[in-house]
């Protein structure tokens, strides 16, 4: 069972602990890195341009968040994404607030280009990407439904050889093989900065031991979004809802991730 198969990734992440460098911004580094040490995976996170390629060798896989945008480290998200791909290591791409800038849609063509593994990011992030933009970003928020993106997440899919996550009340995962939504989590979810950016780490985090990425990303998507959905049963608002994820993220159950877990797969 689809079920039993996502647990067993779970388990495993806190068995083998992948290290993560993360190129994020500023805004969430804090929560990205505590969420990732929560679920059993280690962060690191660097910048320097001369120790992005040794960092790479030393990690399993790389996220790439330009939330933050920034010269010096458009450069060195370039070198640590060419790194990756060089050792074969899988590295996500995380498109924040594409399409409100063309500096940042500028920077997404060129790291488009370096053909991440993952893309995640949500509806109108995604829509931007593809050139499907109908919806307007509303800053680092989606103004659009999930479903609304699928059109978009196939062409970059196709495009770019890469799997896709779309990320809203319905998470949406794709490549050219699967398709599978997921639909936990809780709207308060969404009053917490950077929980996007959190789900990407976790993304990454998984991507780095399990060989098919549709299926790396359903672990993670499904991880966050029923301890996000658990969590928020015991938060009283935005603030105890964040730590009550991660203490969530530390101590989840078998029991309590398979009678949670809303799933259903399309295609694959």
Known sequence: MMKDLLWKNITQLRAQSPLVHSITNYVVMNNTANALLAAGASPIMAHAHPEMEDMMKICQALVVNIG??????????????????????????????????????????????????????????????????TT????????????????????????????????????????????????????????ITGMGCSATALVAAFSAIIKDKAEAVTSAMALLGVVGELAAKESKGPGSLQLNILDKLYNLTETEFSTTLKIEVKRG
């Open 136 to 191: 307007p970003t509303k800053g680092v928020d989606s103004s659009a439904e999930s479903n609304e993106a699928i059109a978009a997440a196939k062409f970059l899919a196709e495009e770019y050889q890469t799997t896709i996550c779309i990320s809203g009340e319905i998470d949406i995962i794709l490549n050219d093989q699967k398709e599978i939504h997921l639909t936990n989590g809780n709207a308060l979810m969404a009053k």
């Open 68 to 133: 933050t945008l920034d010269e010096y480290w458009v450069t060195s998200m370039k070198k640590a994404a060419t790194q990756a791909n060089q050792l074969q290591k899988p590295w996500v791409l995380d498109p924040v607030g594409a399409g409100a800038t063309p500096y940042r849609d500028e920077v997404l063509a060129d790291l488009l280009k370096m053909k991440p593994t993952i893309i995640r990011g949500n509806a109108s992030e995604i829509m931007a990407l593809a050139k499907h933009n």
